[in-house]
């Protein structure tokens, strides 16, 4: 939901930004989606970059136990 929202922002941004640019609407969409496109991908790695951390500290616990 955060990463949902942070996008909603940034789309949003994008829109008012390029109403008072006067940009054609084929532009507005591009750069739309290429600020989702970073947004999703972004993250993807914080995700998996996080998945990673949490996977490594709960091998190296189970690792311990015996």
Same mark, same amino acid.
């Given at each position: @939901? #955060?990463?949902?929202? =942070?996008?909603?922002? =940034?789309?949003? %941004?994008? #829109? ?5 640019? +006067?940009? +054609? =609407?084929?532009? @507005? &969409?591009?750069?739309? %989606?290429?600020?989702? %496109? !970073? ?7 914080? #995700?998996?970059? %996080? ?5 490594? !500290? +709960? &091998? ?5 136990? &015996?």
């Amino acid at each position: @939901m #955060f990463w949902g929202v =942070l996008i909603g922002i =940034l789309a949003a %941004g994008v #829109f008012g930004a390029s109403m008072m640019m +006067d940009v +054609d =609407l084929m532009a @507005m &969409y591009t750069e739309m %989606g290429i600020g989702v %496109g !970073i947004g999703v991908g972004t993250a993807t790695v914080i #995700f998996a970059i %996080g998945a990673g951390v949490v996977s490594a !500290i +709960d &091998y190296t616990r189970k690792r311990k136990a &015996y």
